[in-house]
T-cell receptor, first 110, second 114 residues
Framework: AQSVAQPEDQVNVAEGNPLTVKCTYSVSGNPYLFWYVQYPNRGLQFLLKYITGDNLVKGSYGFEAEFNKSQTSFHLKKPSALVSDSALYFCAVRGVKLTFGKGTKLSVIP | EAQVTQNPRYLITVTGKKLTVTCSQNMNHEYMSWYRQDPGLGLRQIYYSMNVEVTDKGDVPEGYKVSRKEKRNFPLILESPSPNQTSLYFC?????????????FGPGTRLTVL
């Protein structure tokens, strides 16, 4: 069965520092991987996706994600965090269906 | 503006009183889906629809019904709500469910069943 794990419920980072939100997955066949962001009182918004090709994927708001097939990971990264990046982040994998992780709350401290 | 709308945004009801949460999209998407979001559990799919008159169960369909009579609308029906259905509900849509299509989400409906 396919699954997504986000090992950290919460990540705290100082403004201006690099951030990483971790995601590992399990799926049969080639993975299609996604990151979504949820701001308070809002629906989920698409950030970026990996389908094939370059292992480093660039997305919205300066975010990028690195696909690592051997480690079955798809970590979300940003070189310099902003306070406005504080939100709930979901990793998702598309195999037979779309499965979401449990989410990681990112807090960027001024 | 391309969007998914849900109504109501907030709803407090009592056990057993039938309710419907509406979902509508203006992007001509074939695929629509309902999720519930609970703390520590992430998003779980309730039902989905590949097109008009085509619906199927997701991971947690018990206690819910859906219908897809028009392409743009996908209402979620709780015939006899119970307190364990208290949750945050999201509707989503996308073009035909190809693996690389991202989903567009509505703003959410916070439901409390007393």
């Amino acid at each position: 069965a396919q699954s997504v794990a986000q090992p950290e419920d919460q990540v705290n980072v100082a403004e201006g520092n690099p951030l990483t939100v971790k995601c590992t997955y399990s799926v049969s066949g080639n993975p299609y991987l996604f990151w979504y962001v949820q701001y308070p009182n809002r629906g989920l918004q698409f950030l970026l996706k990996y389908i094939t090709g370059d292992n480093l994927v660039k997305g919205s708001y300066g975010f990028e994600a690195e696909f690592n097939k051997s480690q079955t990971s798809f970590h979300l990264k940003k070189p310099s965090a902003l306070v406005s990046d504080s939100a709930l982040y979901f990793c998702a994998v598309r195999g037979v269906k779309l499965t979401f992780g449990k989410g990681t709350k990112l807090s960027v401290i001024p | 503006e391309a969007q998914v709308t849900q109504n109501p945004r907030y709803l407090i009801t009592v056990t057993g009183k039938k309710l419907t949460v509406t979902c509508s999209q203006n992007m001509n998407h074939e695929y629509m889906s309902w999720y519930r979001q609970d703390p520590g559990l992430g998003l779980r799919q309730i039902y989905y629809s590949m097109n008009v008159e085509v619906t199927d169960k997701g991971d947690v369909p018990e206690g819910y019904k859906v219908s897809r009579k028009e392409k743009r609308n996908f209402p979620l029906i709780l015939e006899s709500p119970s307190p364990n259905q208290t949750s945050l509900y999201f509707c989503a849509s996308s073009l035909l469910q190809k693996p690389d299509n991202e989903q567009f989400f509505g703003p959410g409906t916070r439901l409390t069943v007393l």
